[in-house]
């Protein structure tokens, strides 16, 4: 909301009408925010704001089981929509004094009220009406703190519509393309190893037959391996921090992982298009059958790109899925989104935090 137009004002009772999937209304003091779109991407799950919902949330900002970043208090303000009728408000005011931690004081509760700031297009680093893939590289150091600010809105990176449609893929896409290619090269593995010709030479003397029932434990060992190479690219890489004085490599880090943490559920964005995923697998399969018989370097390899497939299935899970409590993808959904709205230098698993602990980027668990 812009600060020239005036707030619009809702009873007690109109804001507690407001409790269903199809319309959910919540407060933090007498402000009042719509966070129906918001329900599905919730990592606690819709239910835990469905049973909120129409009722003040300030205690449940500040926890426990936590207390919600300043990025997700930001994030909140995105849905703000007005304020309870002034006649409601004093009362209100006085209820939340006097209920929950009496520890509390009333200047405490205006303090964490007062620290969401609106998202508003007018005082933002960026013009949203124009492609940002050329504007971000003018930010310089200004650029790690705002990317890391996430909105809630698509991003358009070209104004060409040729370039901006070859950004965008739907998550179906991904095992349509891919699967096959697997399915096809786990047939043509066993086959080769089933010839009894592919040996892995230990010294020019000394070989290991790879027998056809090695395929198995050769396609999972491929599979681990890429969460290694996931957890890499997904630190080193998309992680990297560019000089805030080189302008292409601002660009280049917005196009590559920028763009999606800031605005992480926008979902035409979550899978890789399989055009530039295309050129890393190439590249791949190439390493290994260079370093490896043909046999034992192509399972590893469908191994690694059936890890690849089940990776971006799930990290785009992790942003839409509504997993149920206390399963292991609803764990790793929270973790992920702690990555996304406070721990943007931990947590760098995604399909498993295996890797986290050896390199010692763990998020804490306080911060559940």
Same mark, same amino acid.
């Not at 230990?202 to 681990?224: E, Q, R, W």
């Not at 992982?257 to 890393?280: C, E, M, N, T, Y």
């Given at each position: ?126 013009? %949203? ?28 990176? $070209? ?11 739907? %998550? ?42 090695? $395929? ?9 391996? %890429? ?37 992480? $559920? ?17 590249? $791949? ?84």
């Amino acid at each position: 909301m812009s600060p020239s137009v005036s707030p619009r004002y809702f009873s007690e009772k109109e804001v507690a009408r407001h409790c269903t999937k199809e319309s959910c209304w919540v407060l933090v003091g007498t402000r009042v925010y719509d966070v129906t779109s918001f329900l599905r991407m919730h990592p606690g799950g819709e239910a835990l704001i469905l049973g909120r919902s129409g009722s003040d949330i300030s205690r449940q900002l500040d926890g426990p089981p936590h207390r919600h970043s300043e990025n997700a208090r930001r994030w909140l303000e995105q849905y703000y929509i007005g304020e309870i009728e002034a006649e409601h408000a004093q009362n209100h005011s006085e209820t939340l004094r006097q209920r929950g931690n009496k520890s509390e004081t009333s200047e405490d509760t205006d303090e964490a009220i007062s620290k969401c700031n609106k998202v508003d297009d007018e005082t933002d680093l960026v013009d %949203w009406r124009k492609p940002l893939a050329w504007q971000v590289g003018y930010l310089g150091e200004k650029y790690d703190a705002w990317v890391h600010q996430p909105v809630d809105r698509p991003i358009r990176l $070209f104004e060409s519509d040729f370039f901006e449609a070859n950004t965008k893929t739907a %998550w179906y896409i991904v095992p349509a393309v891919w699967m096959p290619l697997v399915i096809y090269l786990s047939w043509y593995c066993y086959s080769l190893l089933a010839q009894g010709s592919t040996k892995l030479y230990i010294t020019p003397d000394y070989s290991i037959l790879i027998h056809k029932y090695f $395929f198995p434990f050769l396609f999972m060992l491929g599979m681990f391996i %890429w969460s290694f190479v996931e957890y890499c690219i997904h630190r080193f890489v998309f992680h990297m921090r560019p000089p805030a004085h080189n302008y292409y490599l601002i660009m280049l880090h917005f196009l590559l992982h920028g763009q999606h943490h800031k605005s992480p $559920f926008d979902g035409s964005r979550l899978v890789f298009p399989p055009g530039i995923a295309s050129i890393v697998v190439g590249g $791949f399969y190439l390493a290994l059958r260079q370093l490896m018989p043909e046999g034992l370097g192509t399972s590893l390899f469908v191994g690694g790109l059936c890890g690849y497939v089940v990776y971006d299935m799930i990290h785009y899970y992790l942003h839409y899925g509504s997993p149920q409590k206390g399963s292991y993808l609803y764990d790793l959904k929270a973790y992920h989104v702690k990555h996304h709205f406070e721990h943007q230098r931990a947590g760098f698993g995604i399909t498993t935090t295996f890797w986290d602990h050896p390199f010692k980027t763990v998020i804490p668990k306080q911060a559940f």
